[in-house]
């Protein structure tokens, strides 16, 4: 099947390095004893969805947005508990400044989370968030041999086999979208995302090789 343009999802880039990764996507473990995905992350500014360890994750009102698209290949798992809400209103700082001045940077960047005190009033003003599941693998072709750090100079399609605007890597962990899925996303929830164009392998580009 033909899918068209792909591109690799990732969260926005983030002031602060993995500092500010923490601060925009939190941790999604799974939780030992239920084996489900839980929230712990920073309030009350949330975006509306995110990805998080691997996991994409949509508010509830960013999740009924996305029923009335036409886009294809998300399924919604379940609810997700929120086991830990850190009150942080990192949102209304001052991005030129650095993480120093607001935190202590001793630790590690899940510290943020891990050591912070679990605020139950704000877990409970904090949205409704999903665990979204997609079935449909995307195959990639992964040129060992290139020095960029950009996924568009070394990852190529090599097939997609499902009528799907969502779809997992096989050789390389991800989440790649179509161009109709990319402009949802874009017009939608404009500068929460950074695609990456994935091209079509060539037949004759002798470099690549299967991760």
Same mark, same amino acid.
């Given at each position: 099947?033909?899918?068209?343009? &792909?591109?690799?999802?990732?969260?926005? %880039?983030?002031? =602060?390095?993995? /500092?500010? !990764?923490?601060?925009?996507?939190?941790?999604?473990?799974?939780?030992?004893?239920?084996?489900?995905?839980?929230?712990?992350?920073?309030?009350?500014f949330?975006?509306p969805?995110?990805?998080?360890?691997?996991?994409?994750?949509?508010?509830?009102?960013?999740?009924?947005?996305?029923?009335?698209?036409?886009?294809?290949?998300?399924?919604?798992?379940?609810? &997700?508990e929120?086991?830990?809400?850190? %009150?942080?209103? =990192?949102?209304? /700082?001052? !991005?030129?400044?650095?993480?120093?001045?607001?935190?202590?940077?001793?630790?590690?960047?899940?510290?943020?989370?891990?050591?912070?005190?679990?605020?139950?009033?704000?877990?409970?003003?904090?949205?409704?968030?999903?665990?979204?599941?997609i079935?449909?693998?995307?195959?990639?072709?992964?040129?060992?041999?290139?020095?960029?750090?950009?996924p568009?100079d070394?990852?190529?399609?090599?097939?997609?086999?499902?009528?799907?605007?969502?779809?997992?890597?096989?050789?390389?962990?991800?989440?790649?979208?179509?161009?109709?899925?990319?402009?949802?996303?874009?017009?939608?929830?404009?500068?929460?995302?950074?695609?990456?164009?994935?091209?079509?392998?060539?037949?004759?580009?002798?470099?690549?090789?299967?991760?």
């Amino acid at each position: 099947m033909d899918v068209g343009n &792909i591109y690799l999802l990732e969260n926005k %880039k983030m002031t =602060w390095g993995d /500092w500010g !990764d923490v601060l925009w996507a939190g941790i999604s473990p799974h939780d030992a004893f239920s084996n489900l995905v839980c929230i712990e992350r920073t309030g009350p500014f949330s975006p509306p969805l995110y990805l998080s360890n691997n996991n994409f994750i949509f508010t509830n009102e960013a999740r009924l947005l996305f029923k009335h698209s036409s886009l294809r290949g998300l399924k919604f798992l379940y609810e &997700i508990e929120k086991k830990r809400i850190v %009150k942080l209103d =990192w949102h209304n /700082w001052d !991005d030129k400044q650095h993480i120093s001045n607001y935190l202590d940077i001793d630790g590690e960047p899940e510290d943020i989370i891990l050591k912070g005190r679990n605020d139950y009033e704000l877990v409970d003003k904090m949205p409704i968030y999903w665990l979204a599941y997609i079935e449909s693998k995307i195959h990639l072709f992964i040129d060992k041999k290139s020095k960029s750090n950009n996924p568009s100079d070394y990852i190529f399609v090599e097939g997609a086999g499902e009528c799907s605007d969502f779809f997992i890597g096989v050789e390389r962990t991800g989440i790649y979208i179509t161009q109709k899925a990319k402009e949802w996303i874009d017009s939608t929830f404009p500068k929460h995302f950074r695609y990456y164009l994935i091209s079509k392998k060539q037949e004759n580009c002798e470099s690549l090789s299967h991760l």
